[in-house]
């Protein structure tokens, strides 16, 4: 093999020329070496002086974003005033099986780590609108802080209500409600879920548009905070509108000693609202076999609750009704009917059981009165109810 020199000699070459060409390549690479480490040390001292200047001084120069529409589908609670307390408006896009999941929530600590003023939680079960609303407004005067109120109304009723008024934006979402189905029992059950979701409500009253209260509100208030039982209306009928309505296929669940009637219109404390909302063992059975003329509203709940509770009933309702002109319905009451007298007779006849001791009072509010009695009772209430 030839050596190195004399093969570039051969090919032309000369050795001399290739030595100073590759000399000077190794002289450029170092050149380029070193701009590009002094490009290297200005970038990283450009940016150490940027970021100190823009920490001093950057805030000056921030062009201000819009604040972001997009709301995040949950917020979690930075404290219980979050969810505690009566919101202003009571209108929310749950659907009912979310609504009575949502309102089974129960604390299973019963120390409440707040100051907490349990409340009556008002339930209207109303077609339209509220003709005695005058008279209930007197009622309430006064007490901001121990009720609250909730409307169920047929869902095409548009409600105008002035916002001076306890009403005001207390209609809950609503759904048809037919007079012996169970959609009716649906729309109570809606009414007491609604009101669950307010932890301050200890005791719910279901009432009409036709109920009147029969005393002022610091006597009710009394009456029911202090009663060892729920007012739900039980007692077994024997008779063709009470066992003769029973279907045998309620069975296992429920038997026909089990069987129980009792008037629509309740008071009951959280612990019943919860178990008629989280119910789904007894609910089938009655939605499924009683149908006209078996008139569920008045088995349901009083049955489903002697079977589960039975101590925890006053098995009577606070609200008074006169049957003694028969039929399907209760007697109504109109203007000419709105008299002292009238009201004399209905508490002197009164005599019941409260907390296991004899007493003269029975009943807190009343039924049926149109409205045109609206005028004559804002005449006596101050008289007659005492308020």
Same mark, same amino acid.
């Given at each position: 093999m030839l050596p190195k020199r004399l093969v570039a000699f051969e090919e032309g070459?000369?050795?001399?020329? =290739?030595?100073?060409?590759?000399?000077?390549?190794?002289a450029l690479s170092l050149k380029a070496i070193q701009i590009f480490l002094l490009l290297l040390v200005l970038g990283l001292g450009f940016s150490i002086i940027s970021m100190n200047t823009f920490r001093y001084f950057g805030k000056n120069y921030v062009t201000p974003e819009a604040p972001s529409t997009v709301q995040p589908c949950f917020v979690e609670a930075s404290s219980t005033k979050s969810?505690?307390?009566?919101?202003? %408006?009571?209108?929310h896009a749950m659907n009912d099986t979310e609504l009575f999941w949502r309102a089974s929530f129960s604390p299973r600590i019963k120390e409440y780590p707040f100051k907490r003023v349990p409340k009556i939680a008002f339930m209207f079960f109303t077609k339209g609108p509220l003709p005695l609303a005058p008279l209930w407004q007197k009622f309430f005067d006064g007490?901001?802080?121990?009720y609250s109120i909730y409307i169920? %109304?047929?869902?095409?009723? =548009?409600?105008? =209500?002035?916002?001076? %008024?306890?009403?005001?934006?207390?209609?809950?979402p609503s759904q048809v409600a037919e007079w012996g189905q169970m959609s009716m029992c649906d729309a109570e059950r809606r009414l007491l879920a609604n009101a669950l979701l307010? =932890?301050?409500?200890?005791?719910?009253?279901?009432?009409s548009e036709s109920c009147i209260p029969l005393h002022n509100f610091s006597i009710v208030y009394r009456y029911i905070s202090r009663s060892k039982y729920s007012?739900?209306?039980?007692?077994?009928?024997?008779?063709?509108?009470?066992?003769?309505?029973?279907n045998g296929n309620m069975e296992p669940e429920v038997t026909l000693s089990q069987w129980r009637k009792g008037s629509q219109w309740f008071e009951v404390d959280r612990r019943l609202a919860v178990l008629i909302v989280e119910d789904i063992?007894?609910?089938?059975?009655?939605?499924?076999?009683?149908?006209?003329?078996?008139?569920?509203?008045?088995?349901?709940?009083?049955?489903?609750?002697?079977?589960?509770?039975?101590?925890l009933l006053a098995n009577r309702t606070l609200t008074w009704t006169d049957w003694s002109r028969g039929g399907a319905h209760p007697a109504t009451f109109g203007k000419s009917d709105i008299t002292e007298e009238f009201f004399k007779k209905i508490f002197e006849r009164e005599t019941c059981l409260y907390n296991n001791q004899p007493?003269?009072?029975?009943?807190?509010?009343?039924?049926?009165?149109?409205p045109s009695a609206l005028d004559p009772l804002l005449e006596l209430s101050s008289k007659v109810f005492g308020f």
């Amino acid at each position: 093999m030839l050596p190195k020199r004399l093969v570039a000699f051969e090919e032309g070459k000369d050795p001399a020329s =290739i030595s100073a060409k590759m000399n000077s390549s190794r002289a450029l690479s170092l050149k380029a070496i070193q701009i590009f480490l002094l490009l290297l040390v200005l970038g990283l001292g450009f940016s150490i002086i940027s970021m100190n200047t823009f920490r001093y001084f950057g805030k000056n120069y921030v062009t201000p974003e819009a604040p972001s529409t997009v709301q995040p589908c949950f917020v979690e609670a930075s404290s219980t005033k979050s969810w505690i307390g009566t919101p202003s %408006s009571l209108w929310h896009a749950m659907n009912d099986t979310e609504l009575f999941w949502r309102a089974s929530f129960s604390p299973r600590i019963k120390e409440y780590p707040f100051k907490r003023v349990p409340k009556i939680a008002f339930m209207f079960f109303t077609k339209g609108p509220l003709p005695l609303a005058p008279l209930w407004q007197k009622f309430f005067d006064g007490h901001k802080e121990l009720y609250s109120i909730y409307i169920h %109304s047929t869902p095409s009723y =548009i409600a105008t =209500i002035p916002p001076t %008024s306890v009403f005001f934006n207390r209609h809950i979402p609503s759904q048809v409600a037919e007079w012996g189905q169970m959609s009716m029992c649906d729309a109570e059950r809606r009414l007491l879920a609604n009101a669950l979701l307010d =932890i301050s409500n200890e005791w719910f009253v279901l009432v009409s548009e036709s109920c009147i209260p029969l005393h002022n509100f610091s006597i009710v208030y009394r009456y029911i905070s202090r009663s060892k039982y729920s007012f739900m209306g039980s007692f077994d009928d024997h008779g063709p509108h009470g066992r003769g309505r029973y279907n045998g296929n309620m069975e296992p669940e429920v038997t026909l000693s089990q069987w129980r009637k009792g008037s629509q219109w309740f008071e009951v404390d959280r612990r019943l609202a919860v178990l008629i909302v989280e119910d789904i063992k007894y609910y089938p059975k009655f939605k499924n076999f009683c149908k006209p003329a078996c008139y569920v509203d008045e088995h349901y709940f009083p049955t489903m609750l002697t079977i589960e509770v039975p101590h925890l009933l006053a098995n009577r309702t606070l609200t008074w009704t006169d049957w003694s002109r028969g039929g399907a319905h209760p007697a109504t009451f109109g203007k000419s009917d709105i008299t002292e007298e009238f009201f004399k007779k209905i508490f002197e006849r009164e005599t019941c059981l409260y907390n296991n001791q004899p007493s003269t009072v029975c009943s807190l509010f009343a039924r049926k009165f149109a409205p045109s009695a609206l005028d004559p009772l804002l005449e006596l209430s101050s008289k007659v109810f005492g308020f």
